[in-house]
């Protein structure tokens, strides 16, 4: 049985609020599926809590950007983060493994939101969806992406979480989805004024995104997956 009063050395050299590359690197090749503990603190510590790489100059930024989300969505402001390159300052994907965040290349901003009345809603939506296309016969899916997502997303739901853009946008009877075209603009104007970051460059392919979650419990599995498929795809 682990002795959970002792922390290992490799784990207090990491230093907060922004790991050190190699010593993430450690931790990542060290601690795998069967060191859960330290797998779940890792995203406890480094996905949910601290002010991301990119506010780091302007923390009171991200404060306030979390506010608006917060009133703009109606939901409480603590179950709001940003996960990603963009959190952390090292990139997880498989494809720019412990690449730098970089603005001058295609690099989203991620936000996570943990809520389950908002999960509802979004629930509500896709379901709506649905049956506007596949009963009513309201509207036709437009594209591959569209086709797919119909498919993909009653498999999200199971697992506790929907992606925004999933969604289409452009149609009105989705109420909750229709509440983040405008919450996007005028973060994206906030990020360009502060930041000095265009998000309306079309030409950049930077995103807002956001992830919503049914609750802590649908949140931290969904990230342990993730964080177990990244150590096998790139075998560290």
């Known amino acids: 049985m682990k002795d ?3 922390i290992p050395k ?5 230093q907060h609020p922004y790991p050190d590359i190699e010593k993430l690197a450690v931790f990542l090749r060290n601690y795998k599926n069967k060191d859960a503990i330290e797998i779940e603190e890792f995203i406890r510590l480094w996905f949910t809590e601290g002010v991301p790489w990119v506010f780091r100059n302007c923390p009171w930024l991200y404060e306030r950007v979390r506010t608006i989300i917060s009133k703009d969505l109606s939901i409480e402001f603590n179950g709001i983060f940003m996960i990603g390159s963009g959190k952390l300052r090292w990139s ?3 494809n720019r493994f412990l690449k730098e965040y970089n603005f001058c290349n295609p690099s989203d901003l991620d936000f996570t939101i943990v809520n389950d009345d908002l999960f509802q809603r979004m ?5 709506e969806w649905k049956e506007l296309v596949e009963v009513k016969k309201k509207y036709e899916l437009k594209n591959k992406y569209q086709k797919d997502n119909i498919d993909l997303l009653p ?3 199971g697992a506790g979480f929907i992606d925004m853009y999933k969604l289409p946008v452009d149609i009105k009877e989705l109420k909750t989805r229709q509440l983040f075209p405008n919450l996007v603009v005028k973060l994206g104007k906030m990020f360009q004024e502060y930041l000095g970051y265009n998000f309306s460059d079309k030409k950049s392919h930077m995103k807002i995104t956001f992830r919503i979650y049914q609750n802590w419990d649908s949140f931290l599995k969904q990230n342990l997956k993730n964080l177990n498929d990244i150590q096998r795809k790139i075998k560290i």
């Open 155 to 157: 498999q999200n739901i």
């Open 92 to 94: 997880l994907s498989p």
């Open 123 to 127: 629930k509500i939506d896709f379901e």
């Open 4 to 6: 959970l009063y002792k």
């Open 10 to 14: 490799d784990l207090l050299a990491i």
